[in-house]
C-alpha cells in the first residue's frame, strides 16, 4: 500500500515561493508516476502538473505553467513542486497522488493513492 505525506505549505504573499514535498513509501517509487492536484474552498479538484516516473516531460496545467515546477528524487522517494510569484488563487490545498504505472496523466481518477494534503494560503 502506497503512503504518500505532504509537506511545506503555508501562508505567503502575492509574488512569494513555496516548495511543497511528498514523501511516498510502501511501493518502488521508481515504478509510480505523480501527480499534483489542488482544491480551492467550494471548487472541484483541479489538476497541477505531473511527472513520470524517470522524471521526465512534466506537464502542467495552463494556469500554473511557466510559474511552478515539479520534479522528483528517486533515490530519497520525494517529489517536489516548486511554486514562484504566487497569487491568491492559488491558495488551496494541495494534494500529491500516485499513478501505479510509469506515465503520468491529467484525471483525478487515474491516480491510486492520495495525500492528506497541505494547505496553502496567499495573501494579497
Known amino acids: 500500500q502506497v503512503r504518500i505525506v505532504e509537506s511545506g505549505g503555508g501562508l505567503v504573499q502575492t509574488g512569494d515561493s513555496l516548495k511543497l514535498s511528498c514523501l511516498v513509501s510502501?511501493?518502488?517509487?521508481?515504478?509510480?508516476?505523480m501527480g499534483w492536484f489542488r482544491q480551492a474552498p467550494g471548487k472541484e479538484r483541479e489538476f497541477v502538473g505531473n511527472i513520470n516516473w524517470s522524471g521526465s516531460s512534466p506537464y502542467y496545467a495552463d494556469s500554473v505553467k511557466d510559474r511552478f515546477s515539479i520534479s522528483r528524487d528517486n533515490a530519497k522517494n520525494v517529489v517536489y513542486l516548486q511554486m514562484n510569484n504566487l497569487k491568491p488563487e492559488d491558495t488551496a490545498v494541495y494534494s500529491c497522488?500516485?499513478?501505479?504505472?510509469?506515465?503520468?496523466?491529467?484525471?483525478?481518477?487515474?491516480?491510486?493513492?492520495w495525500g492528506q494534503g497541505t494547505q496553502v494560503t496567499v495573501s494579497s
Open positions: 497522488a500516485a499513478k501505479t504505472w510509469y506515465y503520468a496523466s491529467s484525471p483525478p481518477g487515474d491516480y491510486d493513492s
Open positions: 510502501g511501493r518502488p517509487f521508481g515504478s509510480l508516476a
